[in-house]
Every structure is written in structure tokens, then in C-alpha cells.
């Protein structure tokens, strides 16, 4: 079973920074498009940002376009979403998933194979 595991969530104050990590358990998922989501209490899962299988194309939501960056290190079957200027609306448990038919960045969540348990990211103002 494939395994994609996250790290790097916690409580910080608003303008600070994070990473996250997500960590395939398999080597052949490390070269899958993947992405980042994330869920708010209430509200629906919705896309952060994805990246293509070489991690030549990358693609953000509005919302997070300009503070948060997407990239991979293949060689470590690894996964990170560098968030910048955080803000308290950032608030949310932040998943990584991989497309397992995919080459270019994948925006819907109904086109991912494969998802981790989520990691908590606590903005306070």
C-alpha cells in the first residue's frame, strides 16, 4: 500500500513561516505529479498548489500565490510546501496527494490516487 506521510505542521503567529513534507513510502510515487490541499473546520478540502513529475511546472491558488512555493526532491521521494507570510486564514489540516496517471500539475482532488493523513497548521494573529 502506498503510504504518503506529512510533517513540518504546528502553531505559529501570524508572518512566520513553515514547511511541510510529504514522504512517499514508494519510490515510483516520488516521480507522480503531487499536490497540496488543505481543510478549514467547515469548509471543503480545496487546492494549495501542484507540481509536475520533474518539477519543471508548478501551479498555485490565488489565495496562496506569491507566499507559499511547491517543490520536490525526487532522490529523497519527498515532497515541500514552503509557506511565507502566513496568515491566521491559512488555519487549516494541510494533505499531500500524488496522481499516479498524471505528468503536469493536477488541480482537482477527484484526480489524485493517492493521499496522506493531513498535518495541522495553526496561524494565530
Known amino acids: 500500500q502506498v503510504l504518503l506521510i506529512e510533517s513540518g505542521g504546528g502553531l505559529v503567529q501570524a508572518g512566520a513561516s513553515l514547511r511541510l513534507s510529504c514522504t512517499a513510502s514508494?519510490?515510483?510515487?516520488?516521480?507522480?505529479?503531487m499536490g497540496w490541499f488543505r481543510q478549514a473546520p467547515g469548509k471543503e478540502r480545496e487546492f494549495v498548489a501542484a507540481?509536475?513529475?520533474?518539477?519543471?511546472?508548478?501551479y498555485y491558488s490565488r489565495s496562496v500565490k506569491g507566499r507559499f512555493t511547491i517543490s520536490r526532491e525526487n532522490a529523497k521521494n519527498t515532497a515541500y510546501l514552503q509557506m511565507n507570510s502566513l496568515k491566521p486564514e491559512d488555519t487549516a489540516v494541510y494533505y499531500c496527494?500524488?496522481?499516479?496517471?498524471?505528468?503536469?500539475?493536477?488541480?482537482?482532488?477527484?484526480?489524485?490516487?493517492?493521499w496522506g493523513q493531513g498535518t495541522q497548521v495553526t496561524v494565530s494573529s
Open positions: 514508494e519510490r515510483t510515487v516520488s516521480s507522480l505529479p
Open positions: 507540481i509536475s513529475r520533474g518539477g519543471e511546472s508548478t
Open positions: 496527494a500524488a496522481d499516479r496517471n498524471g505528468y503536469g500539475p493536477v488541480l482537482q482532488a477527484r484526480d489524485y490516487d493517492y
